[in-house]
């Protein structure tokens, strides 16, 4: 954890590889198991140019990013996020990189004592952003 | 066309969730979290919790059987099939725990139409058996008339 936090305070950038197993596994634990998530068919059938990543699996990685940060799943208080752009995964061992970065925005006293931290949060594929105006919000001690 | 009647009301689910500590496990290997509050039982309680945390988005994934149920009702008349997830906000009031039993009621916000393509804000309240609110998420969902 950045032993001072202060506003325009940096996260260290992270990047996280999603692959079509990734895809499976998440619908399995999050029960969805719409088949734009799997099935180039479908995906190709509804317009899409492939398989896509669940939003809700981006929006989950840009909650491991603000939470490696802080070093505590529970400190994340809030989170907030515009499914801007699909991530496209292709069915290879690659598969897409998500590339995180984010930087302290505000910051208040939290009710119970500590801070919190609001966080803007921005997550690009290939050079394009997936979640607009996506915000987090972290307890800090 | 939605029944824009629908606006206002609420659907409870019929009976709480219970977050079993095995889910936490898998869903955090899911999303890559790999901190020991999420896995690891002692590690969890010397930092003050009674079980495994859950990642944040877990708030929002146990929610969507319900949120389904009603958006598949027929008298809503909601275009499942050609729906997008525009936005999602999470807010928890404090984290969710293994253990914890959940009760989930969705309210169906708002609901407007723009040239053609419907915009619906659901928001779910997450509370604790004595009623004490643990979470509360919103997401907006938009269809495209079908031609």
């Known amino acids: 954890m950045t032993p001072v936090v ?25 029960g969805d198991f719409n088949p734009i998530h799997w099935s180039d068919r479908v995906a190709s059938e509804v317009g899409l140019p492939g398989v896509i990543a669940h939003g809700m699996l981006t929006m989950a990685l ?3 990013f603000v939470s490696g940060w802080a070093g505590d799943p529970s400190a994340v208080r809030g989170l907030s996020v515009r499914f801007t752009r699909p991530v496209v995964v292709p069915d290879d061992d690659e598969g897409a990189l998500v590339e995180f970065s984010g930087n302290v925005t505000a910051l208040a006293d939290a009710p119970g004592g500590g801070r919190v931290a609001t966080i803007a949060i921005k997550a690009l594929f290939e050079g394009r952003t997936v979640l607009g105006k996506a915000v987090a919000e972290v307890l800090l001690p | 066309m939605p029944d824009a009647s629908f606006v206002g009301r609420a659907f409870p689910g019929a009976e709480p969730y219970r977050v ?16 020991p509050l999420c ?17 944040p988005t877990f708030a929002a994934s ?4 319900l949120i389904e149920q009603v958006l598949r009702d027929p008298d809503f008349g909601w275009d499942y099939a050609h729906m997008v997830h525009g936005d999602q906000t999470i807010t928890l009031h404090r984290p969710i725990h293994a253990g914890d039993e959940l009760a989930v009621t969705v309210h ?6 723009r040239a053609g393509s419907h915009r619906l804000t659901l928001r779910c309240e997450i509370a604790d058996p004595a009623g004490e609110p643990v979470a509360t998420t919103k997401l907006l969902l938009v269809t495209a008339e079908a031609a």
């Open chain 1, 6 to 30: 202060e506003v325009g305070t940096e996260l260290p950038p992270t990047s996280v590889r999603v692959t079509r197993a990734d895809l499976v596994r998440y619908a399995g634990a999050s």
């Open chain 1, 62 to 64: 840009a909650g491991r």
């Open chain 2, 20 to 35: 079993g500590r095995e889910k936490v496990r898998e869903f955090a290997r899911a999303v890559g979290e790999t901190s």
């Open chain 2, 39 to 55: 896995h690891d039982v002692a590690a969890a309680q010397a930092a003050g919790h009674p079980d495994v945390v859950a990642p």
């Open chain 2, 62 to 65: 146990f929610t969507m059987p």
């Open chain 2, 108 to 113: 169906v916000e708002d609901l407007t139409t």
